[in-house]
């Protein structure tokens, strides 16, 4: 009775917990967030121009995420792959080239006095006007202006992006087009409120320069101590919230190159989607009818078993979802759909052997006891393979096959678990009733048979 007691106690224990992961996903919405691949969107690969080390890379993916979380993308992933790649992943993103053009913008402002300009076409053979490699700080350099119509010979940066607080973008009502304000931070302010008072005195230009080119190059006509400046341009209202945008998260320290891009169509997530759903009924379905034909009545239990399975793992990657970011892809799936045979091949092996107990003259329920032992050894040990499989691909991978990976590692650990506390007190249950274990339509009634003659001899 103690142990009947106890095989009761943990079946209501796995139901409950079933039943409060779908509960979880119908009222909480914790439910499995869709990658990339499921629902659309964006997937760039950006690659460092010049070598760089691990502590750069690592500053340059979280200006990139500031940057994404202002355009508002669903569960981003970005992260470092290797010594100079970044990965940037926008599942849902409903603008990707916008998105494509503010995650990557290196955005380095300078504001540098200007010494002279001359027509780009006409001093293009003079290595005197020759254009500045990279954007040295504390050198003079030429850089052109941005339509490439101008070349202008720049002094030191007095003031740079890293002195900037914040920039709103803003539209002029006197010049009938947007900029973007800038407030500068209190050594900002004083650089240029020094750069400015100087360049007043014989109304000089001041150039703003964004990644090695000039914006604009207004003739400063007084001094500015209130820490204020303004970029001007013939801005697009978009063009002057972008810029805006990645003044404010910072420039990135590294310059970046688009090594890979790939978007993925809405249309084509959901046709991804509904492909994958379709071949996990497909896998079922076949397994169920596997099942009936080997085991019959007894292939309910093994259902029971697999409908528990799935409501456990929904809820386990939902929760994973919202408290780690992780997103299921079409590699997921696949893992998902696969893990369905793992748990059929648990139910297989502990069935099995009980049959072989009962070939040997034993009686139902000393064989499910038995069986069971064995049974969990070998699942075990096979598990045990599986799992560090998923172990290392999780260790070692990037990108889907980590989806695939912890999906495998899950299922691993919830079979084990449903073989201790589902299957073997349903069939331990279920042998201490002979009426049950011997009807015409299960499938222990063969093995019984063979075990009574065995017995009769």
């Known amino acids: 009775m103690r142990r009947t007691r106890r095989y009761v106690v943990s079946l209501v224990a796995v139901v409950l917990l079933a039943a409060l992961s779908l509960a979880a996903v119908i009222f909480l919405d914790i439910r499995p967030k869709l990658g990339l691949d499921l629902q659309g969107g964006l997937s760039v690969v950006l690659t460092a121009t010049t070598e760089t080390d691990a502590e750069v890379l690592d500053h340059t993916v979280e200006i990139i995420r500031s940057r994404v979380d202002s355009l508002g ?25 916008r998105a494509l053009e503010i995650i990557g913008k290196t955005a380095q402002l300078r504001f540098r006095e200007v010494g002279e300009t001359a027509p780009a076409p006409q001093v293009s053979d003079d290595e005197n006007w020759e254009v500045t490699e990279g954007d040295p700080v504390d050198e003079p350099v030429v850089f052109p202006s941005t339509d490439g119509r101008l070349l202008y010979r720049l002094g030191p940066a007095d003031v740079q992006g890293t002195h900037i607080d914040t920039a709103m973008p803003q539209f002029d009502q006197a010049a009938q087009g947007w900029l973007v304000v800038l ?27 964004l990644d090695r080119r000039v914006e604009s190059a207004p003739a400063v006509q007084q001094a500015i101590t209130d820490g204020r400046a303004q970029i001007t341009g013939q801005f697009t209202e978009r063009e002057a919230k972008d810029l805006a945008l990645v003044l404010r998260t910072g420039a990135l ?3 970046l190159e688009r090594s890979q891009v790939q978007r993925v169509s809405a249309t084509l997530g959901t046709a991804s989607l509904r492909s994958g759903l379709i ?16 085991y019959r009545l007894l292939a309910i239990v093994i259902l029971g078993g697999l409908v528990l399975f799935g409501a456990l793992m929904f809820g386990v990657i939902g929760l994973i979802g919202v408290t780690r970011g992780f997103s299921l892809t079409l590699a997921g799936v696949a893992g998902l759909i696969i893990s369905v045979g793992i748990a059929a091949d648990t139910y297989i092996i502990y069935f099995e052997r009980v049959k072989d107990e009962l070939k040997e003259g034993k009686t139902f329920r000393s064989s499910v006891e038995r069986a069971f032992k064995s049974a969990l050894r070998t699942n075990l040990a096979a598990n045990g393979v599986a799992g560090a499989g998923a172990f290392i691909l999780w260790a070692v991978a990037v990108g889907p096959v980590r989806g695939f990976a912890l999906t495998l590692g899950i299922s691993v650990v919830l079979d084990i678990g449903l073989l201790y506390f589902y299957a073997h007190p349903v069939v331990a249950l279920i042998s201490r009733s002979r009426r049950i274990a011997g009807l015409r339509g299960f499938g222990m009634r063969e093995a019984l048979v063979q075990a009574e003659l065995v017995t009769a001899r």
């Open 253 to 255: 320290p590294i310059e």
């Open 73 to 97: 993308a669903q569960e981003p992933d970005i992260s470092r792959s290797g010594e100079e790649n970044i990965v940037v992943q926008l599942p849902g993103i409903r603008d990707p080239e």
């Open 279 to 294: 071949a996990g009924a497909i896998g079922l379905v076949l397994v169920a009818l596997f099942m009936f034909s080997m």
């Open 183 to 209: 407030d500068l931070t209190g050594e900002g302010r004083e650089a240029f409120a020094e750069v400015t008072t100087r360049l007043a005195a014989e109304q000089r230009q001041l150039a703003i320069v």
